[in-house]
Protein backbone atom coordinates (compact mmCIF):
# COMPACT_ATOMS: atom_id res chain seq x y z
CA UNK A 1 0.00 0.00 0.00
CA UNK A 2 3.03 2.26 0.67
CA UNK A 3 4.09 2.02 -2.74
CA UNK A 4 0.77 2.67 -4.22
CA UNK A 5 0.75 6.05 -1.93
CA UNK A 6 4.04 7.00 -3.60
CA UNK A 7 3.00 5.97 -7.23
CA UNK A 8 -0.50 8.29 -6.80
CA UNK A 9 2.07 10.90 -5.58
CA UNK A 10 3.86 10.90 -8.69
CA UNK A 11 0.94 10.33 -10.77
CA UNK A 12 -1.60 12.79 -9.42
CA UNK A 13 0.74 15.33 -7.10
CA UNK A 14 -0.78 13.93 -4.05
CA UNK A 15 -0.42 11.57 -1.87
CA UNK A 16 -3.21 9.01 -0.97
CA UNK A 17 -4.06 8.16 2.46
CA UNK A 18 -3.17 4.70 3.53
CA UNK A 19 -6.55 4.60 5.33
CA UNK A 20 -8.82 5.42 1.98
CA UNK A 21 -8.36 1.94 0.11
CA UNK A 22 -7.40 -1.79 0.47
CA UNK A 23 -4.79 -3.25 -1.08
CA UNK A 24 -4.98 -6.31 -3.96
CA UNK A 25 -7.39 -6.17 -6.17
CA UNK A 26 -8.78 -2.23 -5.52
CA UNK A 27 -5.22 -1.12 -5.50
CA UNK A 28 -4.39 -3.00 -8.91
CA UNK A 29 -7.21 -1.08 -10.41
CA UNK A 30 -6.44 2.06 -8.77
CA UNK A 31 -3.26 1.75 -10.96
CA UNK A 32 -4.27 0.73 -14.13
CA UNK A 33 -6.39 3.53 -13.93
CA UNK A 34 -3.83 5.65 -13.84
CA UNK A 35 -1.71 4.22 -16.68
CA UNK A 36 0.26 2.10 -14.69
CA UNK A 37 0.93 -2.07 -15.66
CA UNK A 38 -0.03 -4.65 -13.39
CA UNK A 39 2.69 -7.68 -13.52
CA UNK A 40 2.03 -10.37 -11.39
CA UNK A 41 4.87 -11.44 -9.58
CA UNK A 42 5.28 -14.47 -11.11
CA UNK A 43 6.04 -12.42 -14.55
CA UNK A 44 8.34 -10.43 -12.99
CA UNK A 45 11.80 -10.63 -14.51
CA UNK A 46 14.87 -11.67 -12.10
CA UNK A 47 16.19 -7.93 -12.98
CA UNK A 48 12.59 -6.40 -11.95
CA UNK A 49 12.89 -8.23 -8.63
CA UNK A 50 15.78 -7.09 -8.01
CA UNK A 51 15.07 -3.60 -8.56
CA UNK A 52 11.69 -3.33 -6.61
CA UNK A 53 13.21 -4.84 -3.57
CA UNK A 54 16.08 -2.06 -3.90
CA UNK A 55 13.46 0.30 -4.32
CA UNK A 56 11.51 -0.85 -1.64
CA UNK A 57 14.63 -0.94 0.68
CA UNK A 58 15.50 2.83 -0.30
CA UNK A 59 12.21 3.84 0.42
CA UNK A 60 11.39 2.24 3.66
CA UNK A 61 15.23 3.76 5.02
CA UNK A 62 14.07 7.63 3.82
CA UNK A 63 10.17 7.96 4.25
CA UNK A 64 10.24 11.79 3.31
CA UNK A 65 9.75 10.57 -0.65
Known amino acids: KYVLTIAGRYATGSELDLHDFSGGEE ?7 LGFEIKHKADWSQRECYFAIWAYDQ ?5 SR
Open 59 to 63: LDQDR
Open 27 to 33: ANKYLSS
